[in-house]
C-alpha cells in the first residue's frame, strides 16, 4: 500500500472549518483514500473514503486532487469534540488490514 | 454505523499471569478480525489477522505464542496475552472488517487497557 505523509499537529479555532492535508504521491490507480480519527483513549472511528471523486457526508468532506497525489479532510465546523488524532490511510480494498501512520493530532481550540 | 465490543475495558493483572480480550461484533458477523496494541502517545501497531475458523495471521515480530488469538465463532475473536510483564501494558483494540451493501469496512473497539503490575 502507498504511503502517507501528514502534519504532525494542527489547532484550529472552535466554530471554523479544519483543514486537514494529507500527501500520497505514490498512491496506485486502485487505491482507496480512507480517513479515521482516534479520540483520546478510545477505538478509531472511520470518517471518509474516496477514490477520485470529492466524497461529502454527515461528518467530513473528501478533496482529491486530480492527480489523486493529495487529499484534505475538511471538517466544516469543528467543535472540541473534534480533537483527535486524524489518520490517512491508502488502502487497495476496504478489506485490507488498515496500517497506521503516526497521524496529525488536530487540537480544536475554544 | 456497525458496533464493536471489547471485554474488558481495562484490566489490571500480576507479572507471569495471563489475561484474555474478548472482541465481539455485536450486530453483525465478521470472517475477519484484527488486533493492535498501542503504547502511550504512539499510533496503533497491528498485531494480527483473526480469521473464523483458521489460526491467525501475525505481523513481523510479534510472538504468536505470548499473543494467543482465537477466532472461534463469526462474533467472538479472543486475545490471550501469555506469562504477562510489565512491558505487555498496553493499549488492545480490536476491529472487525463488517459487510455492507456496497463494500466491506472495519469497525473498532473501545480498546482494553491492560496494565501488569
Known amino acids: 500500500d502507498a504511503k502517507t505523509t501528514q502534519p504532525t499537529s494542527m489547532d484550529c479555532a472552535e466554530g471554523r472549518a479544519a483543514n486537514l492535508p494529507c500527501n500520497h504521491s505514490t498512491i496506485s490507480g486502485n487505491e482507496y483514500v480512507y480517513w479515521y480519527r482516534q479520540i483520546h483513549s478510545q477505538g478509531p472511528q472511520y470518517i471518509i473514503h474516496?477514490?477520485?471523486n470529492n466524497e461529502t457526508n454527515e461528518m467530513a468532506s473528501l478533496i482529491i486532487t486530480e492527480d489523486r497525489k493529495s487529499s484534505t479532510l475538511i471538517l466544516p465546523h469543528a467543535t472540541l469534540r473534534d480533537t483527535a488524532v486524524y489518520y490517512c490511510?491508502?488502502?487497495?480494498?476496504?478489506?485490507?488490514?488498515?496500517?497506521f501512520g503516526p497521524g496529525t493530532s488536530l487540537s480544536v481550540i475554544p | 454505523g456497525a458496533v464493536v465490543s471489547q471485554h474488558p475495558s481495562w484490566v489490571i493483572c500480576k507479572s507471569g499471569t495471563s489475561v484474555k480480550i474478548e472482541c465481539r461484533s455485536l450486530d453483525f458477523q465478521a470472517t475477519t478480525m484484527f488486533w493492535y496494541r498501542q503504547f502511550p502517545k504512539q499510533s496503533l501497531m497491528l498485531m494480527a489477522t483473526s480469521n473464523e475458523g483458521s489460526k491467525a495471521t501475525y505481523e513481523q515480530g510479534v510472538e504468536k505464542d505470548k499473543f494467543l488469538i482465537n477466532h472461534a465463532s463469526l462474533t467472538l475473536s479472543t486475545l490471550t496475552v501469555t506469562s504477562a510483564h510489565p512491558e505487555d501494558s498496553s493499549f488492545y483494540i480490536c476491529?472487525?472488517?463488517?459487510?455492507?451493501?456496497?463494500?466491506?469496512?472495519?469497525?473498532f473497539g473501545p480498546g482494553t487497557r491492560l496494565t501488569v503490575t
Open positions: 476491529s472487525a472488517i463488517h459487510p455492507s451493501a456496497n463494500s466491506y469496512e472495519q469497525y
Open positions: 490511510i491508502v488502502r487497495r480494498t476496504s478489506y485490507d488490514k488498515v496500517i
Open positions: 474516496g477514490l477520485k
